[in-house]
């Protein structure tokens, strides 16, 4: 009997993984290529919404608390110009922060117990349609018929311009930066997110008592500790709070020119059938105030490969997708330019402020509540 053809996936990040995991729990046969190795840092905020552990649980993994020991996050304290600042306390379970190296690791391993194989260091270079519903990837030095693919290869990539994804073209100048600091001083809040001129900077915990600093800017700045030091200056808390801190006890990554936008779902080509599912970041990028990126990227990885299980997988995929993050992307993105104007932040941030049940209203509508 002649054995079905793999699932393909491009990219082990979050979404990929999740996606691995999911279709090998199905029983199909999964091939996954990654660039880079798995399980690695990388420039993301690691805050986890309390809505993965459904995601987690989905997919095998209701362990993970116990075997990452994720520090909880519960108050989060939004902090802009003049003093201007917004509280919340998360509603019902607590958030998690945890690194992005040690989540992967994580799902990897669980990922290739369940029976799927996962190429690291295997960029792809080709991904090409042919007759009967199949797709050709090329990666590393591998070459694959595969039947459906999950394409999650993240913010950028050489795949953009062949796959003509609108950011291909963009001129999209958001730049993003991330490092960890061995605390010299606690944070006050769980989560502290300091809006300033054009971005904004936020501090958690992760799982080994390290301080993540993630900061998100417009513009062509320059991903590095010293442009963030000098930005902080113009928020006097922020300053005074990395200077407490200590200098960064780890390497500060940058990544520059992306953005927010659409970019795709689904797409089946007419001629052959054969189908390109997109999942996390390569679908569409959450704005990082709203700390639902990680959340956003396991839950499409896993609808991908449960949409590859059903007889139309892409409109199976563009429903569960739309209902899943149409509500969260529309208002967080009415909601971002709010954190690219301090002057109105400080603003607004009293009235808010005295709105308690709004602002958990307002949190659970950008996790799609």
Sequence with gaps: MKQEAPIGIVGGGLAGLAAALAAARRGRRVILWESASLGRDKVCGEFL??????????????????????????????????????????????????????LEAYLASRARKEGATLLERAPVREIAPVQGGLVRVRGGDREELVRGVILAFG???????????????????????????????????????YVIRGGYVGLNRVEDGRIGVCALL?????????????????????????????DPCSRVRGL????????????KDRRTGSVLLFAGDAARMIPSFTGDGMAVALR??????????????????????????????????????????????????????????????LYALTRGS
């Design 256 to 267: 520059a020119r992306f953005g927010f936008g659409a970019q795709a779902v689904a797409r």
């Design 155 to 193: 913010k950028r990539s050489t795949l953009d311009a062949p796959l003509e994804l609108p950011r291909a073209g963009s001129s999209d100048g958001f730049v993003a930066l991330k490092t960890y600091l061995a605390p010299q001083a606690a944070l006050d809040t769980d989560v502290e997110l």
């Design 49 to 102: 919404s309390p809505e993965v552990d459904l995601d987690m649980q989905a997919l095998g993994c209701g362990d993970w608390v116990d075997a990452l020991a994720p520090a909880p996050m519960r108050d989060v304290t939004l902090i802009g110009a003049r003093s201007s600042r917004v509280s919340l306390r998360i509603p019902g379970p607590p958030a998690r922060s945890v690194t992005r190296a040690a």
């Design 218 to 246: 417009e513009g062509d700045a320059r991903a590095d500790w010293e442009t963030l030091a000098r930005r902080a200056e113009e928020i006097p808390q922020l300053a005074r709070r990395l200077a407490s801190l200590g």
């Design 300 to 361: 499409s990885g896993r609808l991908a490969a449960e949409a590859l299980s059903t007889p139309d997988p892409v409109t199976t995929y563009k429903s569960t997708y739309a209902r899943a993050f149409h509500v969260r992307f529309a208002l967080a993105g009415a909601l971002h330019g709010l954190f690219f104007q301090p002057s109105v932040f400080s603003a607004l941030a009293p009235l808010v402020g005295r709105s308690p049940r709004l602002v958990e209203r």
